[in-house]
């Protein structure tokens, strides 16, 4: 969207000139190594003090970053002319099996105009707050893909808007499903899975204007009955 409020529509390696070579697949790709993403560079100048290494991997480039620092790398990697990083595509975290291996928040971001793609990663050390900054105020697609790692794997982007349970129920006290300390057949019993299923409202699901009966509204959780109420709005 242009400054006056027309839309322009981006093309892919519009950036590049018209001298740029035909995009093609790359071939024998090595699994480490091989010359990096051109931003892993200017993200090593710009944020010295943040960035904790850049990995090429199967000759994709990821770069690790101090957790506090997210917003603003990922900030300067969408706003500076020479980045242009317009697509978020993807927000997941990992948790491996090691215990001793701190929790990674994955950030796929790819620029069009450049046809770049790269990898940020922030590492969360076990024993410290699972939170990292929000980049909704960046890209809007960020909204749902946030509450999907955080219904999943607990962890809580700071200045989030909305951020409650995508894809569990909001009253789920199960747990976080994608959490490697997470019983594959749910922490609870199967009968107990089952009462819980048959005592929840379907009907507390929908907003107010979707519903038919007034009692529905009521088994709301308090602070979503106070959005609605008050006609406040959140996400995109």
């Known amino acids: 969207m242009n400054d006056d409020?027309?839309?322009a529509p981006v093309v892919a390696g519009s950036a590049l000139g018209a001298g740029a070579p035909a995009p093609a697949t790359p071939k024998n790709v090595a699994h480490r190594g091989g010359a990096p993403n051109e931003s892993g560079e200017a993200l090593r100048q710009q944020f010295a003090g943040a960035v904790r290494r850049v990995d090429v991997v199967w000759g994709e480039t990821t770069v690790v970053v101090d957790p506090t620092r997210v917003h603003d790398v990922i900030r300067w990697l969408h706003d500076d002319p020479a980045q242009r990083y317009d697509y978020l595509s993807d927000v997941t975290a990992v948790e491996f099996r090691d215990l001793e291996q701190p929790i990674e928040v994955v950030w796929h971001l790819r620029s069009l105009p450049f046809r770049r793609f790269l990898r940020v990663k922030a590492q969360i050390e076990r024993g410290a707050a699972l939170e990292v900054p929000s980049v909704w105020?960046?890209?809007?697609?960020?909204?749902?893909?946030e509450r999907e790692c955080y219904d999943m794997f607990g962890i809580r982007f700071v200045g989030h808007p909305d951020l409650r349970r995508l894809l569990m129920w909001e009253q789920y006290a199960e747990g976080f499903p994608l959490r490697k300390d997470f019983p594959l057949?749910?922490?609870?019993?199967?009968?107990?899975?089952?009462?819980?299923?048959?005592?929840?409202?379907?009907?507390?699901?929908?907003?107010?204007?979707?519903?038919?009966?007034?009692?529905a509204f009521e088994d709301l959780p308090a602070d979503m009955r106070r959005r609605l109420t008050t006609g406040e709005r959140t996400g995109e």
Request: proline share 2%; net charge neutral; hydrophobic share 35%.
């Open 5 to 7: 409020g027309s839309f």
């Open 137 to 145: 105020d960046i890209y809007k697609g960020a909204d749902w893909l």
């Open 185 to 215: 057949r749910g922490r609870f019993s199967r009968s107990e899975q089952l009462r819980q299923a048959l005592a929840a409202n379907p009907e507390a699901r929908y907003s107010k204007e979707e519903l038919s009966i007034a009692d």
